[in-house]
């Protein structure tokens, strides 16, 4: 399982099996995972806790994404995501 997963949904994604398969792979070994959501130019940033339990943070394109632990000092505009609208 690598340290770091990147899902996008697409149109024909259901969100519901996309947080299911971050889900997964937290619990096999990544240590980060982000959801991607173009419509909603919205990122859900999902790790486990100390304690095993999945943490879940959503950002938008006025925030900036952090390394989570992951990546040291990676400071990333989530605008750079998101084509200007």
Same mark, same amino acid.
């Given at each position: 399982?690598?340290?770091?997963? %990147? /899902?996008?949904?697409?149109? !024909?994604?259901?969100?519901? $099996?996309?947080? /299911?398969?971050? /889900?997964?792979?937290?619990? !096999? *070994?990544?240590?980060? %995972?982000?959801? @991607?959501?173009?419509?909603?130019?919205? @990122? /859900? @940033?999902?790790?486990?806790?100390?304690?095993?339990? %999945?943490? @879940?943070?959503?950002?938008?394109?006025?925030?900036?994404? $952090?390394?989570? *632990?992951?990546?040291? *000092?990676?400071?990333?505009? %989530?605008?750079?995501?998101?084509?200007?609208?």
């Amino acid at each position: 399982m690598p340290d770091f997963a %990147v /899902e996008i949904q697409s149109q !024909n994604d259901d969100l519901r $099996d996309m947080r /299911e398969k971050a /889900e997964y792979y937290l619990r !096999n *070994g990544a240590h980060l %995972v982000w959801l @991607i959501f173009p419509k909603t130019r919205t @990122i /859900e @940033i999902r790790q486990l806790d100390d304690d095993g339990a %999945v943490q @879940i943070r959503q950002v938008t394109d006025a925030d900036t994404l $952090d390394g989570a *632990g992951v990546f040291a *000092g990676l400071l990333l505009a %989530v605008t750079k995501i998101f084509p200007k609208v």
